[in-house]
């Protein structure tokens, strides 16, 4: 597969599932909050023009390269293909739980991962708010993994558009029918679950950092909660009522925190 073919399917996959999660927060509203949709899209824009002209199919590149050399552990290993997949799903998942958390506790990564957490609503084009630069020290992070574990052209793509919808749906302003989430909150990341985690308030800040799988809070000791029922302040305090494109650029010139 080419790298164009890549950021095709790539690029459906995105707009399928930005759809599926507006569809679900259009039928299951949790605050009806109008969102800051004008600002997160324009820097979803800034960062498409930046990371698609500094690596726009690295991952395929790598993917290509590490099964060339015969690097990484599925290369290596004598892996049966049919668990490479859901095995690159974890293993991803999982490194970017530590990411996120390692965003949230390290002062240098938290100047750039604050503006995601700058909106001060929650919605799903919140997915989409972050800075260049939290995307670009994430980048390399994402290429090694990929190298260590040799992961498939095939397992990149399902990775990245799972992760992609879990994004999506979790920052929904969604009420998930009460039957539904308490089933998929066993395993999976709920609106409720992640709206927790865009609090104002430093202790429930700082918990809930997965994206796909919930095992991996409920497992090391960051499990925030999941009710959707109960109102979150969100945001960070300190921040203008509604920041702009330029507010949200020159942000990491400043360290705004939770509130104790
Ligand atoms: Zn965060």
Redesign the pocket.
């Given at each position: 597969m080419s790298e164009t073919e890549f950021q095709i399917i790539k690029s459906i996959g995105f707009v399928a599932a930005l759809g599926l999660a507006a569809g679900a927060q259009r039928l299951y509203p949790h605050a009806r909050s109008g969102g800051s949709w004008q600002t997160n899209a324009l820097l979803w824009g800034t960062n498409a023009a930046i990371l698609g002209s500094v690596c726009a199919g690295c991952a395929c590149t790598v993917s290509l390269w590490a099964s060339d050399a015969g690097y990484g552990l599925f290369n290596r290993a004598a892996v049966p293909a049919w668990l490479t997949i859901p095995a690159t799903l974890v293993v991803l998942d999982l490194v970017s739980y530590f990411w996120?958390r390692a965003?949230?506790h390290i002062s240098v990564l938290w100047r750039f991962?604050q503006v995601?957490?700058s909106d001060p609503t929650f919605t799903v084009t919140t997915a989409l708010r972050f800075h260049p630069g939290e995307l670009l020290l994430a980048l390399p992070v994402r290429l090694v993994a990929v190298a260590l574990l040799g992961v498939s052209i095939p397992g990149v793509i399902v990775f990245e558009l799972i992760f992609a919808l879990s994004n999506f749906v979790e920052h929904g302003d969604i009420d998930l029918p009460r039957w539904l989430e308490a089933k998929l909150e066993r395993g999976l990341v709920t609106p409720a679950l992640h709206r927790r985690?865009h609090s104002r308030e430093r202790e429930l800040?700082n918990s809930n950092?997965c994206t796909v799988f919930s095992l991996w809070d409920r497992a090391l000791g960051t499990y925030g909660g999941n009710r959707s029922q109960v109102h979150v302040r969100i945001g960070l305090p300190g921040l203008p009522a509604s920041p702009s494109v330029r507010d949200a650029l020159l942000m990491p010139r400043r360290v705004y925190r939770g509130e104790a």
């Open positions: 996120h965003n949230h991962h995601h957490h985690h800040l950092y």
